[in-house]
């Protein structure tokens, strides 16, 4: 009897710590394209609400929704949306779908070097160039030099967003190199004049953004915020958090609650990227 009770009492206490350990404390974890901006969220929150602490870390988005389903962090930020078989994880280890948020708008851009004459590529030379097919920025109005080509990681959201939306789904050119971020990738295209790169419209200091063509006859569209909330340039996005609805409740819901704010979105704009239209913002 008396080693029944102490099963029991063993049970209870391990619930009621897994049930506190959420309490005043908030884990974020994914996309590296919103990282800057998480952690200026979480500074301006916790500066409000000294009784939170909130830890940030980046990864890229398939780092963020992996810690999701293992159960391992309470918010996934991500640029890109859940994908069918990450979803199906979820679900198995919490028995619900995660509760998904738009919290910010994002212009995709592309970067070249600051002293690269080009100002405007389309849709498909940006797909000959980062598959491999155009090699030598003559070929696209630019001087006789060859093309670097950065990219970002493959558990990258970016890389996820940038490889369906601009290259139909075709592989990256074999040449392209990898960046473990997008400020990392951002760095190196500052040094290199041959360079093209791509990334979060907040990440462009430094670097020259390329105006967008949806097609030879479209006008050449720069990523501004008018123009991404217009959805008139071509390479736009959301950003999204997702959470296991279990936890999508006091301070986490609260917290969520305030990103989505008046206040929260002020912070997207003055970070670099775009707020939310009025009618995604929680009030």
């Known amino acids: 009897m008396k080693r029944i009770v102490l099963q029991i009492f063993a049970a209870t206490l391990a619930m009621g710590l897994a049930a506190g350990a959420h309490a005043g404390q908030i884990t974020v974890k994914g996309s590296d394209t919103l990282v800057i901006l998480a952690q200026k969220w979480a500074e301006t929150y916790m500066g409000l609400h000294s009784d939170v602490k909130i830890q940030v870390t980046g990864g890229g988005s398939g780092i963020g929704f992996a810690a ?24 198995m280890a919490f028995n619900k779908r995660p509760t998904e948020y738009k919290v910010a708008l994002d212009g995709l851009s592309v970067y070249v070097n600051e002293g690269n004459p080009v100002q405007e590529l389309t849709l498909d030379q940006l797909k000959g160039i980062f598959t491999g097919k155009i090699t030598n920025w003559k070929d696209v109005g630019g001087p006789d030099a060859p093309i670097t080509i950065y990219s970002r990681e493959n558990s990258s959201g970016t890389y996820e967003f940038f490889k369906g939306n601009v290259l139909s789904g075709e592989d990256f050119a074999a040449s392209a190199q990898t960046m473990p971020g997008t400020a990392a990738l951002v760095q190196a295209v500052g040094k290199d004049k041959g360079a093209i790169g791509y990334g979060g419209a907040a990440y462009g200091s430094g670097v020259k953004h390329l105006n967008v063509k949806k097609d030879a006859a479209s006008p050449a569209v720069e990523p501004t915020e008018e123009n991404v909330e217009n959805q008139s340039y071509p390479i736009w996005r959301y950003l999204y958090v997702y959470v296991n609805p ?21 912070i997207v704009k003055d970070q670099g990227y775009y707020p939310l239209p009025q009618p995604l913002r929680s009030h």
């Open 68 to 91: 999701l389903q293992a159960q391992t962090t309470d918010l996934c930020d991500a640029s890109r949306q859940i994908k069918a078989a990450e979803l199906q994880k979820c679900i």
């Open 246 to 266: 279990a936890l999508d409740k006091d301070e986490i819901a609260a917290y969520l609650n305030w990103i989505r704010s008046d206040d929260g979105q002020k």
